[in-house]
C-alpha cells in the first residue's frame, strides 16, 4: 500500500542544521553545474543519509525547480546548461526537506492523480497509485451499468474520507454529468479539497462537508442529497498494531487519523457498511480500498449484519497483486431511519 517513495514522509532530527551548514562543501565551482550534475549530486547524497528514491527525489525536485514535472520531460538544453545561483539555492532548501524524509508531494506542493495536477499539502493524506486502479474500476462499473447509475445521466457519488479530492475531482471530471458528495472530518482535507476543485474548476458539481461518519446521527447529514448511487472509500485501514512499523516519515507528516483503522483496520469500514443501505439506492454500491486480510474480515461481518442486505460481489487485485479493493452491492429496498437498527457509534464489532 505505502511505498516508500511515494508515501514517504519523514523523520524529524537534526537534518535541518547538518544540510545547511555543510553543503556548500559539495559542490563544485558554480559554473559548471548543470542539472544532471546536480541530479546526480543529490542522488549520492540521498543515498548516503538512507533516503528511499534517492535519484527519483533529486530528479523530481530539480525538475520541479527547472518548471518541468519530470527530470525526463526537461528538453535537453535544459539538462546541459548551468544552473543559476538562485536555481542551486532552491534545489538545496527543497533538497533539504528531503533530508528531513518529508514526501516529495509536499516538498513540491503538488502531484498528479489520474491525469489531474492536484495541491498536496501536510499534514492531508497523499493519494498513492494504487487508488487510481479504485477509480477506473468504479469508472467501469459506471460505463458497464449506466442505466443503474443516475437518473441524469451520470451518478450521484458519495466518498468518505476525501483528503486532497483526488478520488471525487477524478470521477467528476470523467463523468461530465456526475455529482460528488465529498465528507471528511478534517479541516485539513476539507479545505484542501475545496481548493482543488476550485483550482479545477468543479467546484459547482461537488458538495464538500466536513462530518465524521463514526458520529451518532451523521447519516442525518447526507440524507437530504440522497439517495446515492455510489459510495467510494479509500479509508483509514492499517491495523492499529501495524502503525508502529510504517515508516517514521509517515506518522511524521501524514495524518495518522486518515491511516489508522483501528485494532483490525476496520473501525471507519464498518460505519461506512452500516450506513450505507440508508444512504444508497436500490442496487446501489460501495467500492472500498481495503488491507489484503479485509475481503475474509468483511465477508464475516456481513454475514453478522444480514439486515444491512450488503453483499460482496467482487474483489479487484492490485498491481502488486494483491486483494485491495471491493465492490459491495445493496440488494434489498432502502432502510428507514438508521437511528433505530445502530445502537450507537459504533457498529457491530468485526469477527476474529
Known sequence: MLRAFLSGLGRKGDTWGWAFSSWRSYWPIPGLLNATKVVS??????????????????EYI????LGAKTFQSLRPVLRTQPLTPWQLQRIQELSSCRLQRMPVQYILGEWDFQGLS???????????P??????????EEVAQRPHAVGAQGGPLILEVGCGSGAISLSLLSQLPQSQVIAVDKGEAAICLTRENAQRLQLQDRIRIVPLDVTSEGSWAHLLPWGPMDLVVSNPPYVFHQDMEQLAPEIL???DPAALDGGEKGMDIITHILALAP??????????????????ELIVCWLQSRPDLSLDLVAVRKDFYGRSRFLHIRRSGPQHGCPADALPGPQPARVPG
Not at 542522488?43 to 535519484?55: L, V
Not at 492536484?118 to 498513492?128: E, T
Not at 494504487?130 to 469508472?139: K, P
Open 41 to 58: 549530486h543529490w542522488t549520492a547524497i540521498f543515498e548516503k543519509r538512507g533516503i528511499p528514491e534517492a535519484q527519483e527525489s533529486s
Open 62 to 65: 530539480v525538475a520541479h525547480v
Open 118 to 128: 492536484l495541491k498536496m499539502a501536510p499534514p492531508v493524506f497523499i493519494p498513492r
Open 130 to 139: 494504487e487508488t487510481e486502479e479504485l477509480v477506473e474500476w468504479v469508472l
Open 252 to 254: 511524521s507528516y501524514e
Open 278 to 295: 440508508w444512504l444508497l439506492k436500490d442496487s446501489g454500491s460501495i467500492f472500498l480500498e481495503v488491507d489484503l486480510r479485509h475481503p
